[in-house]
């Protein structure tokens, strides 16, 4: 039986880009990892492209979301994002995973969210969570990862309250206030993502953008069962990943 043609999500490029990233992607994941899996290459430099494996696996999923691709297809492979994080973080000489890094908290807020709103097993979970190995860092995150887990630190510093105050002051309320935060959230989220090293990404000709997508907002929704009706339709929220 033929498949249906997939039907974008994302709104600042157009199908046809979407459906060659994914082709491309997967074609630089395949010759990655034999390279990786090439007995004579050297150590350094199996361990940058394990690092570039799981940061790919991880825009691949992004870049499946915008295109259109089914929450059940996305769930499955999952698992191959946190299984090539660990692979990284088995390599001789890896960098410590540390949120005082941007990108690396982003990353972090993303894994957890999409572990929640694709319902990723506990044995998962659990490892994805033990591979940041950031707990008692940042509240955002620990609210986060407490949706699933118990016993999370309760703390009160924020690493980076521009944009993510206004969030983390929206799961402390309820009704009309918190509706009006999360959406003062979204009117700030991008612009607070400057640092970012895919900010502005879908102003460029070549391969590269893979969406804005604000996961960590969607996994609070569902698991708080937060009305978004007023926000559903903001063009930052997956809200196809909200059962």
């Not at 690092?51 to 979301?65: A, G, N, P």
């Not at 299984?83 to 001789?92: M, R, S, T």
């Not at 979970?125 to 699933?148: I, T």
């Amino acid at each position: 039986m033929q498949e249906q043609p997939l039907t974008k999500r994302e709104t600042f490029k157009e199908q046809a880009y979407f459906d060659e990233q994914v082709r491309y992607n997967a074609e630089m994941l395949r010759k990655f990892n034999d390279v990786i899996g090439n007995p004579n290459t050297a150590v350094e430099h199996r361990r940058n492209l394990r690092h570039t494996v799981f940061r790919r696996q991880l825009e691949q999923m992004i870049t499946r979301y915008s295109r259109g691709e089914t929450v059940e297809h996305l769930k499955e492979s999952f698992p191959q994002i946190v299984d090539a994080l660990i692979a990284y973080q088995e390599e001789p000489g890896h960098a410590v995973y540390n949120f005082k890094e941007f990108d690396a908290y982003i990353y972090g807020l993303w894994l957890v969210s999409l572990a929640i709103l694709l319902d990723i097993d506990d044995n998962y979970f659990n490892k994805l969570v033990g591979e940041l190995n950031n707990d008692g860092r940042d509240a955002v995150f620990e609210k986060l990862v407490s949706l699933r887990l118990s016993g999370r630190p309760e703390i009160s510093e924020i690493l980076y309250p521009k944009p993510y105050k206004l969030l983390f002051d929206a799961l402390n309320t309820t009704g009309t206030e918190q509706i009006g935060l999360i959406k003062n959230f979204l009117t700030q989220y991008y612009k607070g993502m400057k640092k970012a090293y895919w900010y502005d990404s879908h102003l460029g000709e070549d391969a590269g953008f893979f969406g804005y997508w604000c996961f960590e907002l969607a996994a609070f929704v569902k698991m708080l069962n937060i009305d978004d009706k007023s926000f559903s339709d903001n063009i930052f929220y997956p809200r196809d990943l909200i059962p």
